[in-house]
């Protein structure tokens, strides 16, 4: 049995006892396996797997060269922010220092997704630390199958943007937890997401949430929680304002981070769970913008705000499918990956799909038990990565989806699974260190 130190609010020391002594391996143990496991893993992909890249990971490449030879972040011709400029001007400075190689992107791919797995172990021993929870055993099982998931091993062979989004989300809400009576995590925070949005801007409206989990799950005054969450937001803001200073300068526009916010609100207006796009200009009223992006993003915005204006229950009812689409497979990487090879047979990646959404639903089964078990005691720090899911899920009511835009959930979702693999092989004794309850937003550990 072990005894811990907590401190509570009031600067008062109690003791409590827990019988988790020793359950998981130690923090530099536990770093090695990881590290160990995760280069084995990617390092044999990287080797075996080299598709060729396509779609918008061509476009990514073609556009850090550009960057890379100085002649601007420009498509067709013409500058452009359709897409966030945040990850070709990334591999453009991994190209700076290794020349415009694939391999080199990928790497740098492969690297961060190692460093999400560290956070994931980091956020969950965070999360937990005030607990009676075995943090150190949740922990590695939530790093474990975060590195074993196999489409997020199979996506580190193509130049996605989702990698270097995922790795600042998850290093925000590290930082963030880190030390939660704090200002500067707040405000550092702040800039990590910021820059995350960058890449992909879909955190943008995160603050709002940042309020709820500070007035509703850390119990914060209406002043404080606002007061942090406009520290959080003011810090974002400066992040992204780079992009939109050079938006303006170069467009000669306000735009934000990207143009194409608006043509993905219309598409949600006509697809559920696939891309959509017409060339009959009675059915898509973008092609009246004649190819200019920013007058196609006004167009679409405006014509998807007066369908949803005019058709709230179908945007409803249609919203629901498309968080199914969002959630319901794995299997989206195979036909960049296995499909893109041509010397690998149809049947193999038929089965690799099938393979990945099999674990896929293992993993959340896992992590919903997980879930489960969080509601049950409401653990404060938790509440955060929970909170996220549920804004970044909110999201997809209006936009399509399928399962690569789960991709920076699924950290959080492996938090969670930690959680649930404890309390499904070690039930028993959880029960018995849960009737003993802490809050930790009051109390911190001290030991």
């Known amino acids: 049995m072990r005894v811990r130190t907590c401190q509570a609010a009031d600067g008062k020391r109690f003791e409590r006892q827990t019988h988790w002594k020793g359950v998981g391996p130690s923090t530099r143990a536990a770093v090695f396996w990881l590290l160990l496991v995760n280069v084995v893993l990617r390092g044999a992909w990287l080797c075996w797997m080299h598709p060729p890249q396509l779609y918008d990971f061509a476009w990514y490449y073609q556009r850090a060269v550009s960057l890379l030879q100085g002649k601007g972040y420009v498509w067709n011709g013409h500058p452009t922010a359709y897409w966030p400029i945040g990850y070709p001007y990334f591999l453009s400075l991994v190209f700076h220092l290794t020349g415009p190689h694939v391999m080199a992107g990928l790497i740098a791919n492969a690297v961060l997704s190692i460093g999400i797995v560290l956070l994931v172990y980091a956020i969950a021993r965070v999360t937990l630390a005030a607990t009676a929870w075995p943090a150190r055993a949740a922990a590695f099982a939530a790093a474990l199958g975060y590195s074993l998931l196999p489409s997020h091993i199979e996506w580190n062979a193509v130049l996605?943007?989702?990698?270097?989004?995922?790795?600042?989300?998850?290093?925000?809400?590290?930082?963030?937890?880190?030390?939660?009576?704090?200002?500067?995590?707040?405000?550092?925070?702040?800039?990590?997401?910021?820059?995350?949005?960058?890449?992909?801007?879909?955190?943008?409206?995160?603050?709002?949430?940042?309020?709820?989990?500070?007035?509703?799950?850390?119990?914060?005054?209406?002043g404080a929680a606002l007061a942090r969450a406009g520290g959080f937001a003011v810090m974002m803001l400066l992040a992204v304002s780079p992009v939109t200073v050079r938006n303006l300068l170069v467009l000669h526009h306000f735009i934000l981070v990207s143009t194409n916010g608006g043509v993905n609100l219309w598409q949600g207006t006509h697809a559920d769970g696939y891309y959509f796009w017409s060339s009959n200009p009675h059915v898509n009223p973008l092609l009246a913008a004649h190819g200019n992006e920013i007058?196609?993003?006004?167009?679409?915005?405006?014509?998807?705000?007066?369908?949803?204006?005019?058709?709230?229950?179908?945007?409803?009812?249609?919203?629901?499918?498309?968080?199914?689409?969002?959630?319901?497979?794995?299997?989206?990487?195979?036909?960049?990956?296995?499909?893109?090879?041509?010397?690998?047979?149809?049947?193999?990646?038929?089965?690799?799909?099938?393979?990945?959404?099999?674990?896929?639903?293992?993993?959340?089964?896992?992590?919903?038990?997980?879930?489960?078990?969080?509601?049950?005691?409401?653990?404060?720090?938790?509440?955060?990565?929970?909170?996220?899911?549920?804004?970044?899920?909110?999201?997809?009511?209006?936009?399509?989806?399928?399962?690569?835009?789960?991709?920076?959930?699924?950290?959080?979702?492996?938090?969670?699974?930690?959680?649930?693999?404890?309390?499904?092989?070690?039930?028993?004794?959880?029960?018995?260190?849960?009737?003993?309850?802490?809050?930790?937003?009051?109390?911190i550990q001290t030991e």
């Open 160 to 222: 996605g943007s989702e990698e270097l989004a995922t790795f600042l989300l998850v290093l925000a809400l590290w930082v963030y937890l880190v030390r939660p009576k704090a200002w500067w995590p707040v405000l550092a925070a702040g800039l990590c997401l910021g820059l995350s949005c960058d890449v992909r801007p879909i955190p943008l409206f995160f603050p709002v949430c940042i309020v709820c989990y500070e007035r509703w799950s850390v119990r914060r005054s209406w």
């Open 295 to 443: 007058q196609q993003n006004a167009i679409a915005t405006h014509a998807a705000v007066q369908f949803i204006l005019h058709h709230p229950l179908r945007t409803l009812i249609h919203g629901f499918a498309k968080i199914y689409f969002l959630y319901w497979v794995d299997w989206n990487d195979i036909g960049v990956t296995f499909g893109a090879m041509p010397n690998l047979s149809a049947v193999m990646g038929h089965i690799a799909g099938w393979f990945n959404t099999v674990v896929y639903w293992a993993f959340m089964a896992i992590s919903l038990t997980g879930l489960w078990a969080w509601l049950r005691r409401m653990r404060a720090r938790l509440a955060l990565p929970v909170w996220y899911i549920a804004y970044y899920t909110a999201v997809f009511l209006f936009f399509p989806a399928w399962d690569r835009f789960r991709f920076p959930l699924m950290p959080l979702f492996a938090i969670l699974l930690g959680m649930g693999w404890v309390w499904l092989f070690c039930r028993q004794r959880a029960e018995d260190d849960a009737a003993r309850p802490v809050d930790d937003a009051a109390a």
